[in-house]
């Protein structure tokens, strides 16, 4: 029915194909590891310089900074606040923060000296995350609908900080 040539040449389209779609998944799996690959390690934060490295914010109420904890806790309308995330949970955090209505349109996101987003929030949502952070719940609620934004302040790759 086909001759031994035919199917030589069958497989040998086949074995190229199939290298072709390999190379192909390889470089899927890459770009899924740069883009989720930290955000599945809640520990790290990698900034531009390609260290490991955490918010060097004023008035920081990350949990890594007691003393800014004391002065987190007297949050004031005169004041702006930002929400600094690490890049890789940047658009998850700012969808989140503009669900919650916490995500100040009248100003512009940026990116810190560290390469962190800068997301600018509302004073309600200052005060949220605050208290979110300094009680440190264990678990956060996974039905939370800020569940993301506490998360990322939970492990270390943003902090609410004054602007």
């Known amino acids: 029915l086909v001759s031994d040539l035919a199917i030589r040449e069958l497989v040998r389209i086949a074995n190229e194909k199939w290298n072709a779609n390999k190379l192909r998944a390889e470089r899927l799996e890459e770009t899924i590891a740069r883009v989720f690959g930290r955000e599945m390690d809640p520990g790290t934060s990698v900034g531009v310089s390609g260290t490991y490295d955490s918010p060097k914010l004023v008035h920081d109420v990350s949990p890594s ?12 309308a005169r004041h702006q606040w930002v929400f600094t995330v690490d890049p890789l949970r940047a658009k998850r955090c700012k969808d989140c923060l503009k669900n919650m209505n916490w ?23 200052a005060q949220i995350l605050r208290d979110a952070v300094t009680s440190w719940e264990s678990d956060v609620d996974p039905e939370s609908p800020y569940v993301c934004v506490v ?10 900080a004054e602007s």
């Not at 995500?103 to 949502?125: M, S």
């Not at 998360?151 to 609410?160: E, I, N, P, S, T």
């Open 151 to 160: 998360q990322a302040l939970q492990h270390g790759v943003a902090a609410v």
């Open 103 to 125: 995500l100040d349109k009248k100003r512009k996101a940026g990116i810190g000296a560290e390469g962190k987003v800068l997301l600018p929030i509302t004073l309600e949502g």
């Open 65 to 76: 900074d007691e003393q800014s904890h004391h002065v987190a806790n007297s949050v004031s």
